[in-house]
């Protein structure tokens, strides 16, 4: 049984606009999505509107049990790619056409939003009316403004044109973000769900979702959500607490989960985790940067309640250098024994394929993971997770390709050498979807649409992946995310090369394009 705290209802007939909040994927997923929580408070502030959630795989709302095609707009929020054809099974059983040029004036707009939408948007060009890039408030407003200004909004769409953030293809689009975290929607009666059922479950529990930064400007080479939401913008402290406060009091909730990007790089992190400590707050992170971990931080957050570290070490020393995350194992070995010291529990993440990795290297990997693991002397306090690495749109690596059969090959190794109960390998035949859906332009679409109605067989994927040429230019060509394609050049050959670009907040701007 699942009940909700916090749910909006209104008069679906007293309002201008009905809007369907979409989440492609599972409750535990949408409920853990700060975003999605953005996106129902700030525009259910809104008298004129009212926006409902509708979550994978229903095609009704929550709130009040309407299908899609009731809607006057239907929304999705597309964070992984994989969800895809989660999208075009919600729009089917809502009532909706699948593709946007079967629908008529009568039949909801489609937009869609999220990091998958704003980096590469081609694939799901031929079932999405509007695509939204970048960060929801900058943009929802004006689109919903012009939404109700237009008689027959979906015959209209190059009305919404001027709309900075709104791209339709075949026209330039730049990345819409807000300037200043105090700007931001900070939601506070977030939706409390009280459940039995571990699959309604939110990932962090009973917690308030407190947004501590956006963006990060390390210059992680892999890192697609790292190039794309520059530059970094943190909240002050004293906003922080009074949001924390708020959201106590509104949700009953004394575990606080710090969500952003680089939530260790804030630069009063400690202070943050004392000060909702000594609020009474128990905290949570999803992950820590290593480089900013300290022993008065894994101190505080252990004493807050935290149990486990998360920490991506992704590989190697050498390959450290190519994806420029320059973290030495003497660092590496020292905060994982702080971790056990605080007698926490200790999470890795790795990942394998990288540009220049060698058999030598995949061997140190394993020896290295097995060599880590003997640091703790508690059952069960060491995990590790391998993901294949895929090359990501806007990333100095989007040159590189995806190789299958090696990948594969090189799972199966460390799956053989890395004997480890607690040690988890990403699906290579997944990862190669993943890279498929990534880098694919509009001639997907049909592939994706079968695939709603029967499994693609994995010869097919690999067919697809095998013709993506990153040397013939992008589909997402028309998208501008601030970082440069000059600069991203220059960072592939520096990977190629094994130099370090040092952070720009310690070291200087390097002119990446992100910053006014």
């Known amino acids: 049984m699942l009940q909700e705290h916090n749910v909006v209802l209104k008069n679906p007939r007293n309002v201008e606009v009905n809007f369907a909040s979409c989440?492609?994927?599972?409750?535990?997923?949408?409920?853990?999505?700060?975003?999605?929580?953005?996106?129902?408070?700030?525009?259910?502030?809104?008298?004129?509107?009212?926006?409902?959630?509708?979550?994978?795989?229903?095609?009704?709302?929550?709130?009040?049990?309407?299908?899609?095609k009731k809607f006057d707009v239907v929304s999705f929020s597309l964070q992984y790619e994989q969800d895809y054809v989660n999208v075009l099974k919600m729009l089917r059983d809502g009532g909706i056409p699948v593709r946007k040029e079967d629908?008529?004036?009568?039949?909801?707009?489609?937009?869609?939003?999220?990091?998958?939408?704003?980096?590469?948007?081609?694939?799901m060009s031929r079932f999405v009316d509007l695509f939204?890039?970048?960060?929801?408030?900058?943009?929802?407003?004006?689109?919903?403004?012009?939404?109700?200004?237009?008689?027959?909004?979906?015959?209209?769409?190059?009305?919404?044109?001027?709309?900075?953030?709104v791209y339709l293809p075949g026209n330039p689009v730049k990345i819409q973000v807000v300037k200043k975290m105090e700007d931001a929607w900070h939601p506070v009666r977030q939706i409390v769900p009280e459940t039995d059922d571990k699959e309604f479950l939110p990932a962090f529990g009973r917690s308030f979702l407190l947004e501590v930064s956006r963006g990060c400007a390390r210059g992680c080479r892999f890192?697609?959500?790292?190039?794309?939401?520059?530059?970094?913008?943190?909240?002050?402290?004293?906003?922080?607490?009074?949001?924390?406060?708020?959201?106590?009091?509104?949700?009953?909730?004394?575990?606080?989960?710090?969500?952003?990007?680089?939530?260790?790089?804030?630069?009063h992190i400690e202070e943050i985790c004392l000060g909702l400590s000594e609020r009474g707050f128990q905290v949570t992170t999803p992950s820590l940067r290593i480089e900013s971990i300290s022993d008065e931080l894994l101190t505080i957050l252990r004493e807050s309640g935290l149990k486990t570290v998360t920490i991506a070490p992704e590989s190697i020393w050498k390959l450290r250098k190519v994806v420029n995350k320059p973290i030495t194992d003497e660092k590496l070995i020292e905060t994982i024994q702080t971790a056990f010291k605080h007698e926490m529990n200790v999470k890795l993440y790795f990942l394998m394929g990288l540009p220049l990795e060698t058999s030598e290297d995949l061997r140190c990997m394993a020896h290295s993971i097995k060599r880590l693991s003997k640091l703790s002397t508690r059952s069960n306090a060491f995990r590790v997770s391998v993901n294949p690495f895929i090359p990501k749109p806007h990333t100095p690596?989007?040159?590189?390709?995806?190789?299958?059969?090696?990948?594969?090959?090189?799972?199966?190794?460390?799956?053989?050498?890395?004997?480890?109960?607690?040690?988890?390998?990403?699906?290579?035949?997944?990862?190669?979807?993943?890279?498929?859906?990534?880098?694919?332009?509009?001639?997907?679409?049909?592939?994706?649409?079968?695939?709603?109605e029967k499994k693609v067989p994995m010869r097919e994927w690999k067919r697809f992946g095998a013709e993506i040429d990153p040397k013939k230019g992008f589909p997402w060509h028309d998208v501008d995310v601030g970082v440069s394609d000059a600069f991203l050049k220059k960072e592939h050959e520096k990977a190629l090369n094994g130099n370090i670009t040092p952070w720009c907040e310690t070291f200087g701007c390097y002119n990446c394009g992100s910053c006014d």
């Open 223 to 267: 890192c697609m959500a790292g190039c794309m939401y520059r530059p970094r913008r943190e909240m002050p402290l004293k906003k922080l607490f009074e949001v924390a406060e708020k959201g106590r009091k509104a949700t009953g909730l004394s575990k606080i989960a710090l969500i952003g990007a680089a939530v260790s790089d804030h630069s």
């Open 103 to 123: 629908r008529t004036s009568d039949d909801p707009l489609v937009i869609a939003g999220g990091p998958c939408a704003s980096s590469n948007p081609l694939p």
């Open 397 to 452: 690596f989007q040159w590189e390709k995806f190789d299958f059969d090696v990948i594969k090959s090189n799972a199966k190794y460390l799956k053989s050498e890395v004997n480890l109960k607690s040690f988890k390998m990403e699906s290579p035949k997944n990862s190669l979807i993943q890279y498929v859906l990534s880098n694919g332009g509009e001639d997907l679409g049909d592939f994706i649409e079968r695939s709603l």
């Open 23 to 68: 989440y492609p994927n599972l409750y535990r997923s949408a409920m853990s999505s700060l975003g999605f929580h953005i996106i129902y408070d700030f525009l259910n502030s809104r008298e004129d509107i009212y926006c409902q959630r509708v979550v994978y795989p229903y095609a009704r709302s929550l709130e009040t049990s309407t299908p899609l």
């Open 132 to 165: 939204v890039v970048g960060e929801a408030e900058v943009i929802l407003d004006n689109v919903l403004d012009r939404f109700m200004e237009l008689e027959k909004p979906r015959e209209n769409l190059d009305a919404f044109l001027d709309i900075p953030g």
